[in-house]
T-cell receptor, first 108, second 113 residues
Framework: GIQVEQSPPDLILQEGANSTLRCNFS?????LQWFHQNPWGQLINLFYIPSGTKQNGRLSATTVATERYSLLYISSSQTTDSGVYFC??????????FGTGTRLKVLA | KAGVTQTPRYLIKTRGQQVTLSCSPISGHRSVSWYQQTPGQGLQFLFEYFSETQRNKGNFPGRFSGRQFSNSRSEMNVSTLELGDSALYLC????????????FGPGTRLTVT
């Protein structure tokens, strides 16, 4: 099955800093989503981005499907950005495969 | 539009018991998926339902089962609970087979003692 790797596994930033999270996947995918899991466990949709680039405020994402990776950019980070960021991919089998996540801590 | 709801939010059970978790998808969504999240195994797919039919199942023992009702609400059941079943159980809904963007509920945190 598809393998999904995320890097870095842990990231500590000072408030206001920028960061790039990476998601590599081992095979072609039809769908890709980025999620933020808050401290209460809720998975919040950030981007549905099987290809191309999207932006939403301080966050943006790029997926290069032919090279099997996706990037999530966080600019001017805030303490509320803390949590775990997951990439999940789907290859048309009605199920998403999740990466192991990047744990982000933003310090005030 | 209301989001995905899951009940109960927290549950404590004893080994050997069974448990039923409920998920109500976003209004108009007909596909419901279930995931188990543990510190050791991460987020793992359990099963997915569309129009009351299970379309895919993850690599879990037969003690894990589910169903979907005509109103798209879904339940999952775990029988003969084991300590390792302690986890956060997440439900996700999507609008149709061609729309794979999933929206997650707040989860049910199950503790087995």
């Amino acid at each position: 099955g598809i393998q999904v790797e995320q890097s870095p596994p842990d990231l500590i930033l000072q408030e206001g800093a920028n960061s790039t999270l990476r998601c590599n996947f081992s095979d072609s995918v039809n769908n890709l989503q980025w999620f933020h899991q808050n401290p209460w466990g809720q998975l919040i949709n950030l981007f549905y981005i099987p290809s191309g680039t999207k932006q939403n405020g301080r966050l943006s994402a790029t997926t290069v499907a032919t090279e099997r990776y996706s990037l999530l950019y966080i600019s001017s980070s805030q303490t509320t950005d803390s949590g775990v960021y997951f990439c999940a991919v789907n290859a048309g089998t009605y199920k998403y495969i999740f990466g192991t996540g990047t744990r982000l801590k933003v310090l005030a | 539009k209301a989001g995905v709801t899951q009940t109960p939010r927290y549950l404590i059970k004893t080994r050997g018991q069974q448990v039923t978790l409920s998920c109500s998808p976003i209004s108009g969504h007909r596909s419901v998926s279930w995931y188990q999240q543990t510190p050791g195994q991460g987020l793992q797919f359990l099963f997915e339902y569309f129009s009351e039919t299970q379309r895919n199942k993850g690599n879990f023992p037969g003690r894990f089962s589910g169903r979907q009702f005509s109103n798209s609400r879904s339940e999952m059941n775990v029988s003969t609970l084991e300590l390792g079943d302690s986890a956060l159980y997440l439900c996700a809904s999507s609008s149709s087979p061609s729309s794979y963007e999933q929206y997650f509920g707040p989860g049910t945190r199950l503790t087995v003692t």
